[in-house]
């Protein structure tokens, strides 16, 4: 498995489950106290091991999973990162189709990867203040038949509520790696990352989802 491969498997594991200092420099963000940060990273991982876990309906299952991605990751402010300096000069109506499309694709990682991986439990470790308010939640992912994935949440209190606005695996940026995945398919105008995730979407099951929640 190639460095690309194997850390587009972990980063959809720390999505299911559930970075670099400035991702929320948006009026939305605001900091929040270590102890809301941790409740809310243990309330959304508890929901989304009860939903992966979850037999019958895939379809109705996927959907639950996906509004649940939505409801717990600021994909605002990920997708801010993830586009680095063209988001200095993106339109609002770019920004807006450039973050639903992307949030459908982060989604749908992550559910093609670990849809049917039975992650049993996880583990709250070290809660910690970052410089630029957020709080950094350490969780180590225990997963049927493979070793223990440690992963760190950065949250903030955006828009009035916990938000996780971006994750580490062994040190690496969830928004980075995106940024270097697009950057290193030699895409570097916003056009033409648009115009890629419209490719990589146009049979995504969590795209509909996604527009309905996003408009």
């Known amino acids: 498995m190639t460095m690309r491969a194997m850390f587009r498997t972990i980063a959809a594991a720390a999505v299911v489950a559930l970075a670099a200092g400035g991702v929320s420099a948006d009026a939305r963000a605001q900091g929040i106290a270590p102890d809301a940060a941790k409740k809310f990273i243990t309330d959304m991982g508890s929901r989304a091991v009860a939903t992966l876990s979850k037999q019958g309906d895939i379809k109705a299952r996927n ?12 994909f605002e402010a990920l997708a801010t990162s993830t586009l680095g300096k063209l988001a200095r000069s993106i339109t609002p109506a770019d920004k807006k189709e450039f973050t639903r499309l992307f949030s459908a694709y982060v989604i749908d990682v992550a559910i093609e990867k670990f ?21 950094k939640v350490n969780t180590a992912i225990n997963r049927a038949g493979d070793k223990p994935l440690t992963v760190d949440w950065r949250v903030r209190n955006t828009a009035g509520k916990p938000m996780i606005n971006d994750m580490e695996v062994e040190g690496y940026s969830l928004s ?22 419209q490719e990589l979407t146009k049979e995504s099951q969590s795209l509909p989802v996604v527009q309905q929640a996003k408009g």
């Open 63 to 74: 959907k639950e999973f996906t509004i649940l991605l939505l409801d717990a990751l600021d």
């Open 115 to 135: 849809g049917n991986v039975q992650i049993s439990s996880f583990g709250i470790g070290e809660v910690k203040a970052q410089p630029n308010g957020d709080i």
């Open 176 to 197: 980075i790696h995106y940024r270097g995945e697009f950057e290193r398919a030699g895409l570097s105008t916003v056009p033409g990352l648009i115009k890629r995730l």
